[in-house]
């Protein structure tokens, strides 16, 4: 549970570095606004974790297990892949009804969780083959 704790408290203080962009350049509300929030979202999201985790003090939890640069992309194309699958099978209709200030919050959270999930999901695997490669 402190591994999770410690997770989604680093991912709040990487957001500032990784939300703050795409938010703004959306806020724009011009014809490509959305387009260069997403594709600025999709390079921070990817290099900001990626620089922390080449840190020697990025570990989680009481342990500081690190994570691997490997296991956070693997994690993080894994959670892009399984939220832009949801769009297709979801009804997201919702959101365009809610008001602008409305939709910069539901994206600033899926943000947040995309980037805390791809954290989480590299850990297990990282912890996975930890695992297995003692075996």
């Known amino acids: 549970m402190k591994v999770l704790v410690d997770i989604l408290g680093r991912t709040f203080f990487m957001s500032f570095f990784i ?10 509300h ?27 003090r990025s570990g989680f939890g009481p342990e500081e297990k690190r994570v691997s640069r ?18 297709f099978v979801g009804d997201f209709s ?12 539901a994206f600033v959270i899926v943000m947040y969780v995309q980037v805390a999930l791809s954290l989480t999901v590299g850990y297990i695997l990282n912890s996975l083959v930890r695992r297995s490669a003692t075996k």
């Open 19 to 28: 939300i703050l962009v795409p938010l703004g350049a959306y806020t724009i």
């Open 94 to 105: 919702f959101l365009w009804a809610l008001p602008s200030v409305g939709r910069d919050v």
């Open 70 to 87: 490997l296991a956070y992309i693997v994690g993080w194309i894994l959670v892009q892949l399984g939220t832009y699958q949801s769009f």
């Open 30 to 56: 011009n014809g490509s606004s959305a387009m260069v929030a997403l594709v600025s979202y999709l390079v921070l999201s990817l290099l900001v974790p990626i620089a922390y985790l080449s840190s020697k």
